[in-house]
């Protein structure tokens, strides 16, 4: 509990003041598909393949932040894996559709930047990008955070 709070505390100091707060949280969640897309469509050992057709680095990638929010909050990461699930089947449904993966994940990642840089326009530029890069597994976490506390649930 305690940890969830420092990352999620960490996290919201740079983004209590967003210029363009709908642009910046539509950039975030596609900064993460993004990334997880490119993982995706790297190549994998043969071992990975033995173990199961979608063990890969994208996946692999997915369920260690599964594991790491469920060492940081329970309530949190049981909210967390409606998202995560839908990142995985996106990537597969991606990867059986005729669009090629890595260059689809790769011009997802360019416009998720864009996205960061104009939703932080005026309020610490290129600096609180590449910070939001580093933090890109805490901000759908701080998201939903922010949900349950509307709504009363506690974390």
């Not at 990867?95 to 990642?109: C, D, K, N, Q």
């Amino acid at each position: 509990m305690q940890e969830a709070e420092n990352w999620l505390t960490k996290y919201g100091e740079s983004h209590c003041e967003l210029r363009f707060a709908v642009i910046h949280w539509l950039a975030v969640l596609t900064l993460v598909v993004a990334t997880v897309g490119m993982l995706w469509s790297l190549p994998i050992p043969a071992e990975f393949a033995r173990i199961s057709p979608v063990l890969n680095w994208g996946s692999a990638f997915l369920m260690a932040a599964v594991v790491y929010y469920f060492i940081i909050s329970m309530a949190l990461a049981i909210g967390m894996l409606p998202f995560i699930f839908g990142i995985a089947f996106g990537q597969v449904w991606l990867l059986e559709s005729s669009l090629p993966h890595a260059r689809v994940s790769a011009g997802l990642f360019v416009a998720s930047l864009i996205g960061l840089y104009l939703g932080h326009a005026g309020n610490g530029g290129l600096r609180v990008v590449v910070r939001d890069v580093q933090l890109m597994m805490i901000a759908p976490l701080w998201m939903l955070s922010n949900l349950y506390r509307r709504i009363g649930i506690p974390y």
